[in-house]
């Protein structure tokens, strides 16, 4: 990320000690599990399938619009006679609703689904729309009903293009934004209805308002289904904190993206876990008064190099800053994730929040 | 898709139902995004635009060796892949988009007063997230509006529209008419260019024209172009002072 830090060993020590307090004090007063406002609204582009605007309090945007195309499948190696035999056993005539579903478990493939990122000021390339999108795109997928859902027949399918537009620079890091702003994007597009039956050409109802919702929101089974959303936790010492501002980021000692997903007729699961590398491991460290030169030069000056570093290592973040080290504790990590997925937790609060979003 | 302009000389009225000189609707919002120096978003019709403006801050490296005594215009235009009726991604070195860029560059090198703010940069980001014609003409106007958020000195609004013929160079149609912000549709089959003013008196500081059009018919293009300049100027004052009212009242409460 191109912004640094600008912040003095001292102010980071300040935030690390208050942030690491059982309560958290955090800079701007919120509870840990507690998000920062925000503006969203869904629906807003008539050329795409789904799209969502969302806005958050620093001033950062996202724009996401889905747009879906019908593709020819190309021929899969391994699926041929199965496939025709499971055809002609549904001529039967009506399909009903849940046969229809669980005939097109499993047929999905990965590339059906296309993410692609845009970030001002970067190019395609860099490291940072990158990694974000392949984050975004290993919770979409590792959910398994999406892909699933693209399938028409066994010789069409829908081909799924997400595009991420960041519209400000990345204050903090943007990957919640742009998260919660394609899960909203996806929960509110629709495709086309099918008319035609089995393997014949797709024909689709040209009346929007007999369109589907790609995520079912009536009926009891599949509406309890959603994409995933990607959230940022940090921990601070024991303090375990969500949605971090970028001074609590600063200052943490390890940040996690986690990605849960609804899946119908269950509760919330993790579908990815990554570790992040925090911003706070490149700032700078201060100086322990034994080595201020400035107070005790005459002590400082017959210091060895290896001495000093002996001095410095000694002090251990105890009296000024020191960037963080190593990894982070597996209860922690399993802290977090109970906090995600637990009954009335901060997952489920989340899609809540955002299945109120109106147009 | 070719497009059925015959039935135009029966009741002139256009694919969409206007007049030859009617507008489409316009729609402005300044100050859409806290983060930026500047912002806006603007709609003409279904062609929709988010611009955010970026400085004045110190010139980047690189370039030109910074040794200018102005302000350097930039403008970057990213178009979504979603805008339009197919997805279609563009990557940034499409020479089309760089055209645009330079064209709206060189437009507001002139208006803003640049020697204010030597050695800086001025950039304008422009998001396309919907395509229906008069794309550089929506682009203009956006980044005018930002521009006037970001609080730039400039000597005046640009205002830009695109005019067409209704009938192609091929066709010698005698009584063919002119016509006034051209729809997607209209702009595939028609002859057209796309015209910018600013100043009050008509000063033309744009005009850019990628089709062929016979020569006698570009006086009337230009002279209906010009009246519509001088409609989206009046729009975006409006825009400007209804989005200053709002500023001023809330301050008094």
New interface residues.
């Given amino acids: 990320m191109a912004n640094t830090i600008p912040l003095s060993p001292a102010e980071l020590s300040y935030l690390h000690t208050s942030l690491s307090q059982t309560p958290p004090i955090r800079p701007d007063g919120r509870s840990p599990t507690q998000f920062r406002p925000l503006v969203a609204e869904t629906d807003i582009l008539p050329s795409a399938n789904g799209s969502a605007r969302i806005c958050f309090a620093d001033g950062t945007e996202a724009i996401v619009g889905v747009k879906a195309e019908v593709e020819k499948s190309s021929a899969r190696p391994g699926a041929t006679t199965d496939d025709i035999f499971k055809n002609s056993r549904d001529q039967d005539g009506d399909v009903d609703v849940d046969r229809e579903e669980s005939d097109k478990e499993g047929k999905g493939r990965d590339e059906w689904l296309e993410i692609a990122i845009e970030i001002p000021g970067m190019r395609d390339d860099d490291s940072l729309p990158v990694f974000l999108s392949a984050m975004l795109t290993e919770a979409l997928l590792s959910d398994g009903g999406l892909k699933d859902r693209l399938w028409i027949n066994s010789r069409f399918h829908w081909r799924l293009y997400i595009d991420i537009l960041l519209l400000s620079q990345p204050r903090s890091y943007p990957l919640p934004l742009l998260s919660l702003t394609t899960h909203l994007a996806l929960i509110s597009t629709r495709i086309p209805a099918l008319i035609s039956e089995h393997d014949e050409d797709p024909l689709f109802n040209d009346d929007w308002e007999a369109s589907t919702f790609l995520y079912p929101r009536s009926g009891e089974l599949q509406a309890r289904s959603k994409p995933p959303v990607t959230l940022l936790v940090v921990s601070i010492g024991e303090a375990v904190l969500f949605d971090p501002s970028r001074d609590e980021l600063a200052v943490c000692d390890s940040a996690m993206a986690i990605s849960v997903a609804q899946s119908a007729g269950a509760g919330l699961k993790v579908v990815a876990l990554r570790m992040i590398d925090p911003p706070s491991r490149l700032t700078a460290g201060g100086v322990p008064q034994v080595l201020n030169s400035t107070s005790n030069p005459a002590a400082t000056a017959s210091l060895s190099p290896a001495e000093a570093l002996v001095l410095r290592e000694k002090d251990q973040g105890q009296t000024v800053w020191r960037p963080p080290r190593g990894g982070v504790r597996r209860a922690i990590i399993s802290r977090i994730i109970k906090m995600v997925v637990e009954n009335n937790g901060v997952g489920e609060e989340v899609i809540a929040g955002l299945a109120g979003v109106e147009a | 898709m070719p497009l059925d302009t015959s039935t135009y000389s029966l009741a002139h009225l256009r694919v969409d139902g206007r007049r030859w000189n009617e507008l489409r609707r316009v729609h402005g919002q300044i100050s ?5 120096d500047g912002s806006s978003y603007f709609e003409m019709g ?1 062609t ?1 635009i ?1 611009c ?1 403006i ?1 400085g004045p801050q110190e010139q980047r490296r690189g370039g030109n060796s910074g040794q200018s005594h102005d302000a350097k215009v930039e403008v ?1 235009i ?1 178009i ?8 279609k ?1 563009r ?2 070195n499409d020479k089309r988009i760089q055209e645009m860029q330079h064209a709206i560059a060189s437009a507001f090198t002139h208006t803003l007063f640049t020697h204010l703010y030597p050695h800086s940069t001025i950039t304008i ?1 422009l ?1 396309v ?2 395509q229906d014609g008069a794309l550089l003409a929506a682009c203009i106007n956006a980044a005018t509006l930002a521009l006037i958020d970001a609080g730039i000195p400039m000597s005046d609004y640009t205002a830009a529209c695109t005019t067409g013929s209704t009938a192609s160079y091929a066709s010698n149609d005698e009584a063919a008419d002119p016509l006034l912000d051209l729809n997607s549709m209209e702009e595939q089959e028609l002859p057209f260019l796309t015209l910018g003013t600013s100043g009050g008196d008509d000063q033309v500081s744009l005009l850019i024209m990628e089709t062929r059009v016979q020569a006698t018919r570009l006086e009337a293009m230009v002279s209906v172009g010009l009246d519509g300049c001088r409609q989206i100027r009046s729009l975006l004052d409006g825009i400007v002072r209804a989005h200053g009212k709002k500023v001023l009242e809330a301050r008094v409460t």
Avoid at chain 2, 32 to 36: D, F
Avoid at chain 2, 80 to 87: K, M, P, T, Y
């Fill in positions: 859409t995004q806290a983060a930026a279904n929709k988010i955010t970026a970057e990213g979504a892949g979603f805008s339009g009726v197919d997805r991604r990557g940034r980001h998001h997230l919907s």
